[in-house]
Nanobody, 123 residues
């Protein structure tokens, strides 16, 4: 049974930072590309960042480039999203997702999803 469990969300002031974690179990983590997506109320789920199985390549949405950093630790079966210079428009539920073999910017191409963690940025 595959499980992806996000943590690290919370309430932060604009300009602040948060680090999200996603712990995976029940799958061969080192063979899966990982992605972070987010969904704000009344909006569609959108791509945030993704990383290859090795961590050698990453991709970011233009809206978060230079502010967010995705990374992974295959020894810990965990993927991270470091979020700096947060803005109120970053407020959303953040989800991690897994797929093989390559990452994608399309949420519907991912096979496994976490339950999400709320990030709220106050102005």
């Amino acid at each position: 049974q595959v499980q992806l469990v996000e943590s690290g969300g919370g309430l932060v002031q604009a300009g602040g930072s948060l680090r999200l974690s996603c712990a995976a179990s029940g799958l061969t983590f080192s063979r899966h590309a990982m992605g972070w997506f987010r969904q704000a109320p009344g909006k569609e789920r959108e791509f945030v960042a993704a990383i290859t199985w090795s961590g050698g390549s990453t991709a970011y949405a233009d809206s978060v480039k230079d502010r967010f950093t995705i990374s992974r630790d295959n020894a810990k079966n965990t993927v991270y999203l470091q979020m700096n210079s947060l803005k109120p428009e970053d407020t959303a539920v953040y989800y991690c997702a897994a797929k093989r073999p390559l990452y994608s910017r399309r949420w519907h191409e991912y096979d496994y999803w976490g339950q999400g963690t709320q990030v709220t940025v106050s102005s």
